[in-house]
């Protein structure tokens, strides 16, 4: 099977960003950061997991802001991964960073080749968005030193592959204007992919929904013609992922972000090993990487997988002809929003009309017209 590790090297940041789940952590200290001298700790707690890791697995570097530690601590990250492929050469292992990228410069770009292989994260929301805050900047002051630091970047390392991660939210799916502008500053950063969420601004918002699922339905598929149409061999998820799934006849990857009910884990500052990487969700912590067994918390995650899926077929989603592809939807969402990990997505119906407008197309297609 394949792997993923969200790694949270610290959970400071150098912005305040309302709906992040990390919360306000411009203020936090260095106590918040994962220790230097256990860097060796999250390594060996990878090589644990022995055969489970094949064929592929992939490490991402998360915060907080990964960029607001110190190179001391990169250049340890590195050495302890070149050295952990060197005793793993049968495993594939794929790294990335997610990044704002406004602490980028040049004497990280050694650590974006060697350690990071070419490939960041950054998260756009779009000018129309309140979200994003900067302490010193606003909105459109902050897009264009974004700008100018991808164009650094892409300079310096012209080979890069920068995936733009795309929060669909009330504001910038709240008229054709505010979407259009959206996809205009996508793809000003120069994307290599992307991909389209729905902002769980509800987390800090009494888990409630403070969004129009029609809206939100209406500016994905805006987003998605029109980027394809102005560059076609752009990967869009998951919509490229969820049509792949229904051409295919099976699912090819968690349409919601990573198949975190049995591949996907989070690893936190201070060692403690979750579910998923939306923070604060006591309900999922599944153990430590410097006490865990790694097969105890395999043998978690698959169960609470399958008690969900059970369940999810026996009641709400037996009869639904898409639950191959869904199986029951976003399991972190159910938790967060309904306490209840047995239930389905909350956000059912937003992803009922993508998978009925993407049969469509896929019927159309199969059929030789569009």
Known sequence: ????FIW????RCNLSCSHCYVGSSIKKSAYWDFPLEKVESFFKFIESFGKILEPKTTIIFHGGEP???DEKFFYEAYKQFIALKKRMPHVFFESSVQTNLLL???SLNFFIKELFQKRIGVSWDG???PYRKHPYYNIHSYYKILKEKID???NDIPDIKIGILVLL???NSSNTQNIQNTINEVLELYPSSIRLNVIHDSIVLNSKFYFNKDSIFEAMKMMYYEIKSKNPNINIYPIDDMVLSMKSGYSVNCPFLFNCPVGFLLVRSDGSVGNCDEYGIEDIIRGSIYSSNPIDIMVQKTQLALNRYKNIIKNECR???FLYYCQGGCMTRSILYLRDVTKKDPLCSLWRKIFNWLKKEVNEDAGGSH
């Not at 099977?1 to 993923?4: A, E, I, R």
């Not at 949270?8 to 959970?11: F, Q």
């Open 169 to 171: 939210n009330k504001y």
């Open 127 to 129: 000018t129309a968005s």
């Open 67 to 69: 960029f607001i530690r």
């Open 104 to 106: 980028y410069k040049k």
């Open 319 to 321: 009869d639904c002809e």
């Open 1 to 4: 099977m394949s792997l993923v």
């Open 8 to 11: 949270k090297i610290t959970e």
């Open 152 to 154: 650094q970047v892409k």
